[in-house]
């Protein structure tokens, strides 16, 4: 089996992997390359030229896989449509997720492909490859890694990951896999230059404690699909009698990713419109809801917690607001109140999933705000690196998505392969 890396061996996201056996080729992730200034990065520079994936080649692509729902996994999809006979697979979650924030601009490109579900723990075919995906932890609704065997050979390919957020047990389940002897371990190490750090639970404890006492809105650096860290904001909301406060795009999300789960029996603990403390904006995002006639049911459903900037304005002391690309804008020209405010973000982040966060951070820091700057709790430690490595004990480590390839190397030797974006590693 070849693995080749075509995106991701040389930088941060954009993962683009591809496995090759006989006639076969699979392809793991098609992400789109973050950027670090804040711009938005044209749709054309997440295109990659590999052969099969716009035209017909010999041998085709048996399939593309898609680990979760950040741009840096999957948005290159959207960047042009892809060979329609290539079959793409995720979960109906990821599907639903895609194609509900594609709707929110009325610029962007729609989802076009041939989509295939997956479930966990459910072996599925593609081509000459036999590929099971387990559920992981990770900020996202859903992330998986696979186990993917083909012609006597093991690889697993990890996606994003980590096992100090909401869904520990998810990664505690993947340890306890007996997938046998591993001929190569494909790990992100986003953030492979921190060796341990606190979970998520532990710095919200720490973010309830420094504003206890304190009359300002709480602004919460939060991507719109950072599920993970939403649900922690919701613990905080009712820990300190504060109210959540969204737009109708994530509430849109929440409350879709918790139907689509409860269909499969799995029933989550996200928040949703259920939630008491849970309070929708009518801004801008809200209003494009309203606009999309097929969320109509749900958007009747939003109502009742759907409030104006009246209310948000003679609240502001009892809210979090998490604050994703452009939330300035409405924060500026609505409110304007900074008075007792405070700010928090990762100090370790670029915020560079979704563009225009970093934008959206500079001017919030530049406001004269309180800030808690707190670990960046989204991936991996290293010391969870470790102890996946330690548990399957690979032939052979391929570490991508990371700035820290030398702590690989330092603490595996040469087991580890650190190939150039579009260099074959036989196996």
Known sequence: MKIIIHRGAEELGGNCIELVSGESRLLLD??????????????????LNIPGLYEKATPPISGLIISHTHQDHYGALLA??????VKVFMTEIMEDTIRVTTKMRRDAQPLKA?????????KFIAGRFVITPYLMEHTAAE?????IESDGKRVIYTGDYREHGNKAAAFKQFLAV????IDALITEGNQAGIEKGPGE???????????????GALYVMCA????????????????TRRYLVVDGYVALLLERLKALALKQGV???????????LRIIRNEATQRVYQLSEYAETFSRMRPQMFGWDWIRANLGRLIIPVRANTHLWVKDQINDLRGATLLYSAWESYAEEDGMAETLEWFKTRGLTDVPTPSTGHAYFSTIRKLIENKKPRCIIPVNTEHPEKFTAAFGKRVRLPKNGEEIEI
């Open 30 to 47: 098609y992400g789109a390359p973050p950027r670090t200034d804040g711009a938005e990065a044209a749709p054309e520079a997440a295109i």
């Open 80 to 85: 042009r449509p892809i060979n329609p006979g």
């Open 114 to 122: 041939n989509i295939h579900y997956f479930r966990k723990g459910h």
């Open 143 to 147: 992330s998986f890694a696979f186990l």
């Open 178 to 181: 007996k997938a046998g002897p």
């Open 201 to 215: 639970l532990e710095v919200i404890a720490h973010v309830e404690d420094k504003i206890k006492g304190r009359n």
């Open 224 to 239: 719109g699909q950072d599920i993970g860290l939403l649900t922690s904001l919701a613990y905080l909301a009712k820990n």
């Open 267 to 277: 029933e989550l603990k996200s928040p949703g419109l259920h939630t008491e403390y």
